[in-house]
């Protein structure tokens, strides 16, 4: 349950990137929210669909080791369902409430996280996990907030965050 040694080295240098490039990426998501330039969603779907070309989550999983789940109503009755349990005991055993979201995982790592790498109810994972990190969707104030929470997080959004603000890098300028 650890990201292989290639992964560890490129999470410590995304950790320390996203450290010093904190003011200017908050100013550059606070621009995105504020303008919403043409194409931003396009060069999302784009950086996206080029990040995970090559990169392999499978030699990473540091967003189920270091970022709570989020699980709402139809994840619970899912896999709750698919594990024999009622949603109660599921509930109790797996999730805590949270004023902002329905529930979250209730320990790091994830206690569906396998030793290698992989989610063990990975075909009814959550909607969260599925769609994470959320670039591929149609960006939503509160999904630019997860990409902006993650840059320091995932290596892939930290490549997107880098890919998107070279396309629109002089629009903010201008
Ligand atoms: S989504 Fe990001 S943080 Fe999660 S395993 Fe893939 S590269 Fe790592
Ligand atoms: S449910 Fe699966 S994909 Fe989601 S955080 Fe846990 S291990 Fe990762």
């Not at 043409?38 to 999302?44: A, L, P």
């Not at 396998?114 to 960006?139: E, F, H, K, V």
């Amino acid at each position: 349950m650890a990201p292989t040694p290639r992964y560890r080295a490129w999470l410590q240098r995304i950790r320390q990137k996203a450290e010093r490039e904190k003011t200017d990426n908050r100013r550059f998501f606070r621009w995105l929210k504020k303008a919403r330039p043409v194409g931003m969603t396009k060069f999302f779907r784009l950086a996206h669909q080029e990040a995970f070309a090559d990169i392999d989550c499978l030699q990473c999983a540091n967003c189920c080791r270091t970022a709570l789940a989020v699980f709402e109503k139809p994840d619970i009755h899912r896999i709750a369902h698919h594990l024999g349990m009622s949603e109660e005991a599921f509930i109790k055993k797996y999730l805590r409430p949270h004023p902002d979201y329905e529930y979250l995982i209730c320990q790091l790592p994830c206690p569906f996280l396998t030793p290698d790498n992989r989610c063990s109810i990975y075909a009814i994972r959550p909607t969260g996990c599925r769609t994470y990190p959320p670039a591929r969707l149609r960006l939503t104030d509160e999904q630019l907030d997860v990409l902006h929470d993650n840059v320091h997080i995932c290596p892939a959004v930290n490549r997107i965050v880098d890919r998107v603000k070279q396309h629109l890098a002089f629009r903010m300028k201008s």
